[in-house]
């Protein structure tokens, strides 16, 4: 490989990870007290989160035992019949980036319709498609 050949690699790198860091969902830039959030939503209904890097949402449904502690309880949107687990699956912030990690659940939670590793954070972009079991999340920012 000549040096035109590596220079040229260098930039098609740099463009691919100037894209990458374009779609990643993080906080935009906000001046002055303007708060931050997180818009979390399912069939129509919105819920909004403050965005900071302690931003920790579990999600799932109730249950016959509620020793479960939930941040947003699905079991209105019918999680049960769409087959949420009690606790499905968490969001955080890391870096200022947005995460998933599937809990553990029956079902599976989906990014772009690839199931996803039990307990192994997978970063969340802009245009990606949420989906805990068949219950589908919409993320934006607000």
């Given at each position: 490989?000549?040096?035109?050949?590596?220079?040229?690699?260098?930039?098609?790198?740099?463009?691919?990870?100037?894209?990458?860091?374009?779609?990643?969902?993080?906080?935009?830039?906000y001046s002055?007290?303007?708060?931050?959030?997180?818009?979390?939503?399912?069939?129509?209904?919105?819920?909004?989160?403050?965005?900071?890097?302690?931003?920790?949402?579990?999600?799932?449904?109730?249950g016959r035992?509620?020793?479960?502690?939930?941040?947003?309880?699905?079991?209105?949107?019918?999680?049960?019949?769409?087959?949420?687990?009690?606790?499905?699956?968490?969001?955080?912030?890391?870096?200022?980036?947005?995460?998933?990690?599937?809990?553990?659940?029956?079902?599976?939670t989906f990014?772009?319709?690839?199931?996803?590793?039990?307990?192994?954070?997978?970063?969340?972009?802009?245009?990606?498609?949420?989906?805990?079991?068949?219950?589908?999340?919409?993320?934006?920012?607000?």
């Amino acid at each position: 490989m000549n040096q035109l050949d590596d220079v040229t690699l260098h930039q098609q790198r740099e463009r691919l990870i100037q894209r990458l860091e374009e779609q990643t969902l993080v906080s935009p830039t906000y001046s002055g007290v303007e708060e931050k959030e997180i818009v979390l939503t399912v069939r129509g209904v919105r819920e909004a989160h403050k965005w900071s890097e302690s931003f920790c949402v579990v999600l799932g449904r109730t249950g016959r035992d509620d020793r479960y502690p939930l941040d947003m309880d699905l079991t209105i949107y019918g999680a049960f019949d769409r087959g949420i687990s009690r606790r499905h699956a968490r969001l955080h912030v890391e870096n200022n980036q947005l995460w998933v990690t599937d809990l553990g659940s029956t079902n599976g939670t989906f990014i772009n319709d690839q199931r996803l590793t039990p307990h192994i954070p997978t970063l969340i972009t802009l245009n990606d498609d949420l989906r805990l079991s068949s219950l589908g999340i919409k993320l934006s920012f607000q």
